[in-house]
């Protein structure tokens, strides 16, 4: 057969996977590893996709999506997040992930680099080799509380650097950016003339200061930013997200979006209609939920003395286990899967700086938060005292 384009085995599998894929073949597992809600989806959303379905509106849409959803999704950004931006700037796309693909396709080539999170999601890099682009890590240190090093920043800049990524509220660690970060990442940016492309999926899970839009900021149309119901709405296999580009981009987009999916699922179109212009309860208590989960785990954790990353958004712990792991945190999480029945993603899957740390998704009964992190491996002896800092 034919062999397949040379850089194609450069890119990397998903860690979140692999262990998922492995729980799928063990009894009783405890689930903690896929950053699935486990809230329900509200019932005026079913509805509406149902209503859809049941109208026959299962036909092509404009390649931007249909004009009630792009509407109501201008009218959200301007309210909640402070973007100022026309219909044309906005472009449905299949989850946040085609979005974060498409920003990444129309702003480098082969050969070129892009500034990645370090931590940062799995798909930065993925994307990146597939186009044959080059992801340069930038490390997010606990020292820093896992913020960007600017000076770092600095010094990894070459004449092939066409984009930095960033994730605030970041997953796979937690860390909500402020505004003077952002404003900092904004005039770094400038000074290289970079593209900034910013995933913003967990918008609505910023616990101790509130989410702030980098485009909200941008003077000079050089943001593109990926939103998604996903998380937001319980809507993940709905696949449902938007991107929100620069000005002047219109036709360019219309085309990108044709060639890759041409428009999203028309019903589920419709829910996400009813989810951004509806009721907001089961949101109000999907957030609820999960700022209660966040107490549940991190006293367990301080109490057991097992050091945390006090997370300040998403529904997400960052948990060191490098006391147990051995120097190889991808075979203890198999390992501990296969022993323990305990899903949960190692941190090694989110960049080279994950290792010795492991991501513990939230999103899940108080019950099986506690059982779960309750068969982690106890740590070395602490004093109190030390114990006591662990959530620092």
Known sequence: MPSLAPHISSVPGSGIRRIYLLAQDVDNVI?????????????????????????????????????????????????ENGIDVGVEQVWVTVGATQGIHAAMGLTMSASDEVLIPDPGY?????????????????????DRGFLPDLDELETLVTDRTRAIIINSPSNPIGVVFSEQVLRDLLAFARRHDLWI?????????????????????????????????????????????????????????????????????????????????????????????????????????????????????TFYLWVDVSYDSGGDVAAWAESFLLREHVAIAPGSAFGRSGEGWIRVCLAATEADIREGLGRLPSPPHLPKSAAKQTGS
């Not at 019932?43 to 209503?51: D, L, M, S």
Request: charged share 20%; glycine share 8%; with cysteine.
């Open 197 to 313: 492309i910013s995933d913003e999926v967990y918008e609505y899970f910023a616990w101790n200061e509130p989410h702030v839009s980098i485009a909200s900021l941008d003077e000079d149309d050089r943001v593109f930013t990926a939103f998604s119901l996903s998380k937001t709405y319980a809507m993940t296999g709905i696949r449902i997200g938007y991107l929100v580009s620069p000005r002047g981009m219109e036709t360019t987009m219309r085309s990108v979006q044709e060639a890759s999916v041409s428009c999203v699922n028309t019903p589920g179109q419709y829910a996400a209609v009813a989810a951004i212009t509806g009721d907001q309860q089961l949101l109000a208590d999907a957030r609820e939920h999960y700022r209660k989960n966040i107490a549940v785990a991190t006293g367990l954790l301080a109490e057991r003395g097992i050091r945390f990353l006090q997370p300040g958004g």
């Open 122 to 142: 799995t798909i930065f890099p993925m994307n990146a080799r597939m186009m044959d682009v080059t992801p340069v890590p930038y490390t997010l240190r606990p």
């Open 31 to 79: 689930s903690l590893g896929v950053g699935e809600p486990d809230v329900p989806i509200a019932p005026h959303i079913a509805a509406a996709a149902k209503q859809a379905w049941d109208d026959d509106l299962t036909n092509y849409t404009a390649n931007g999506g249909i004009p009630e959803l792009r509407a109501a999704i201008v009218e959200k950004l301007g309210r």
